[in-house]
């Protein structure tokens, strides 16, 4: 630090939102009336003095632009106009990740004694709207056919099934290692058709569809089915594929699934057992 001469002001608290700019506001004042040599400004993460520093740049003199020499994963920029004591930055397209405590640093060139840093930081909150990561269907002994639906958002958003007769299901919660996301398993699918997963959180609402069909046999009679996903997949080839398939599966009983998320479908994949 460099005494009571200095001072620097900064936010405690800062939202942002994933995908999005968030800007970290910080302003200098200090005993020199000018500072006409120049000065470096610096900041860093997680700790005060020794932490990771993702941004800094250089300036020969207050009426010279910062020549940037650090700049981690190249999304940080200065904002605030250096004339001013104005040392902001933004951080583009936040990620999980950049959820932090930075921390605003000044040094003037004129003195090797003139520097100061904020000891308390500012935190970086992140929001985000609910999306779902992943939905499918998949088999196993236990389970038999189950469905799972991966959402996440900050708040953790909630999940609700509902199956194809629209009745709401009461789903097997699980938990990932990360913070903002989460997991339901729906267990021993009954009916054939449409399988939806809602996540809701204070953000918004979003929800995706997995169409599951079993066959067994002989059961390529009900393909029929399916031609509801391949119209809304508006591609004929994928609907030649999968009678292609039917087909060529004809043996044992396996499942045809197709998952529209965002109103974007795909086909997943077929489960084959005998």
């Given at each position: 630090g460099g005494g009571n001469s200095w001072s620097l002001q900064v936010s405690t608290d800062v939202m942002g939102e994933i995908g999005k700019t968030a800007s970290l506001p910080c302003w200098f004042s200090h005993s020199h009336k000018a500072h006409d040599s120049g000065l470096t400004v610096i900041w860093r993460i997680k700790h005060p003095y020794n932490?990771?520093?993702?941004?800094?740049?250089?300036?020969?003199?207050?009426?010279?632009?910062?020549?940037?020499?650090?700049?981690?994963?190249?999304?940080?920029r200065l904002i605030g106009n250096l004339r001013n004591n104005n040392i902001s930055i933004s951080i583009e397209n936040l990620t999980w990740e950049d959820s932090n405590r930075y921390y605003c640093r000044v040094e003037l060139s004129s003195d090797r004694h003139d520097k100061y840093e904020t000891k308390f930081g500012t935190w970086l909150h992140l929001s985000a709207p609910p999306r779902i990561v992943n939905i499918s269907v998949a088999f196993?002994?236990?389970?038999?056919?189950?469905?799972?639906?991966?959402?996440?958002?900050?708040?953790?958003?909630?999940l609700?099934?509902?199956d194809p007769l629209n009745n709401h299901e009461d789903p097997f919660l699980t938990s990932l290692l990360l913070r903002h996301q989460r997991t339901s398993e729906l267990h021993h699918l009954r009916n054939d058709g449409k399988y939806t997963c809602v996540a809701t959180n204070s953000h918004g609402r979003v929800e995706g569809s997995v169409y599951f069909f079993k066959f067994s046999a002989g059961g390529s009679s009900r393909v029929g089915y399916i031609v509801l996903c391949a119209a809304l997949a508006a591609k004929l080839l994928l609907l030649f594929l999968m009678f292609g398939a039917v087909s060529y599966y004809s043996r044992g009983e396996y499942a045809l699934l197709c998952t529209i998320v965002d109103n974007r479908p795909k086909f997943d994949r077929i489960l084959l057992y005998s």
């Open positions: 932490g990771t520093v993702v941004f800094k740049c250089v300036s020969d003199s207050s009426s010279d632009s910062c020549k940037t020499t650090i700049n981690y994963m190249n999304k940080f196993d002994k236990i389970r038999g056919f189950y469905a799972v639906c991966t959402a996440e958002g900050e708040p953790v958003p909630s609700v099934w509902t």
